[in-house]
């Protein structure tokens, strides 16, 4: 009982001083919340023109729903609404992950230094909402894989991220057809809904929003041309997206890298997800699939995407925490490159991000090796697939060379 105790206060404590950070901390951490955030709401609610019905939208039409709760207290206590809102979703999944034993009190301890190691940016964005609903959702879906699969469901109809989550658990779990009816329960209510209001299209255009963009500068396919805009490459440069409100990178050929990011991103996927698939018909256990797979797709989600926002590190939770749980010590090498990752992304954003801007080459170091370790983590996931299906293999010819 001690033991939890210290936990629930560790927990409390590093929301809190999180919290703070997000309304005092040098950077604008908050700023997303309460710059761009509850402007759709004020539109919504003062003139009835709301984003994802009434015009495309780079998000799908749920992510409305908590900017709208973050309301409810008045547009001048926006930004701590908002806070205490993503602080109560969270103690609600740690409710749900310390009931248990050693390994998932280890794994409530790595969320705890995760959040620490990450900073305020990991309850800043709206990507804090879908963390909690995502963390319940696989932690549930061998006991309840139908409330595991809508949990996941609203979650993806706020952020694209957890669809990655669905398909490990469809992958791997033989309850897989309850875990996609109450995905597409959620869905066929969601765009129900949007069509009854006369969205039309709109509901669906957080898929084609942002296909569009160039490459934001914190992404890993960035690299390249961050690196010759530092040295000084004709040609390269960091500017600002009024449209998508970013920052992004430009130079030669750079059109080439924007068109293939997506076919890229799509092949990753669609790669580890056949892996996973030959792990689970080679007859490799569940337990050494699923928190692998759900690691590789989430991560594959990060390094060939266009976009590297800071708070894309909160994704890494899931699969850790789920890692974990179910592994325990073997789940070690990818929960600590996660943490360091999380440090460094601190270090670039908030507090020094205009030295980023200004393409200083100390923090293009930390950023590059902050994206090395998504690929290394991508890496490993894939070989910790590919190996339990190849020792299942391995098992399956040993037993069957014994009875012949």
């Known amino acids: 009982m001690r033991n939890r105790a210290v936990l629930w206060v560790s927990f409390l404590v590093v929301h809190g001083a999180l919290a703070w950070l997000c309304l005092n901390a040098p950077g604008l951490p908050l700023g997303d919340v309460t710059l761009v955030y509850k402007p759709w709401v004020g539109q919504a609610m003062n003139e009835q023109f709301v984003v994802g019905i009434d015009t495309p939208w780079v998000y799908p039409l749920l992510a409305i729903v908590p900017m709208l709760a973050a309301s409810v207290a008045g547009f001048g206590n926006f930004g701590l609404t908002w806070l205490v809102l993503v602080t109560v979703l969270d103690l609600l999944a740690f409710s749900v992950l310390v009931r248990g034993g050693r390994r998932r009190r280890m794994a409530a301890w790595w969320w705890i230094a995760g959040l620490a190691c990450l900073g305020p940016i990991a309850l800043a964005r709206v990507d804090a909402v879908t963390v909690p609903l995502a963390i319940v959702g696989a932690l549930l879906a061998l006991r309840y894989p139908a409330l595991a699969g809508a949990a996941l469901a609203v979650a993806t109809w706020m952020k694209v991220w957890p669809a990655a989550l669905i398909a490990s658990l469809v992958i791997v779990l033989r ?37 569009g963009r160039g490459l934001q500068i914190e992404a890993p396919l960035s690299m390249v041309y961050l690196w010759q805009a530092a040295l000084g490459v004709p ?10 409100l970013t920052f992004q990178v430009t130079g030669t050929d750079v059109d080439v890298a924007i068109a293939l990011a997506t076919p890229l991103l799509i092949a990753a996927v669609l790669s580890v997800a056949l892996i ?129």
């Open 175 to 211: 309850a897989r057809v309850r875990i996609v009816l109450a995905g597409v329960a959620v869905t066929i209510a969601v765009v129900g809904g949007a069509l009854a209001l006369g969205s039309g299209w709109n509901v669906f255009s957080f898929l084609t929003e942002q296909t």
């Open 276 to 404: 996973g698939i030959r792990a689970d018909r080679m007859g490799a256990a569940r337990a050494s699939i699923l928190p692998a797979l759900m690691l590789a797709l989430v991560a594959a989600l990060i390094v060939f995407n266009k976009v590297g926002s800071p708070q894309f590190m909160v994704w890494l939770f899931v699969p850790v925490i789920v890692g974990l749980v179910i592994k325990g010590r073997d789940f070690v090498v990818p929960a600590a490159i996660v943490l360091a990752m999380c440090a460094l992304t601190q270090v670039v954003y908030p507090y020094l991000y205009s030295l980023l801007l200004n393409t200083w080459i100390p923090m293009l170091v930390v950023l590059t090796v902050r994206n090395i370790g998504t690929i290394v983590l991508l890496g490993w996931a894939v070989a910790k697939l590919w190996r339990a299906g190849s020792a299942a293999h391995w098992r399956a010819d040993a037993a069957l060379s014994t009875l012949v």
């Open 235 to 244: 040609g390269f440069f960091v500017y600002y997206d009024r449209e998508i």
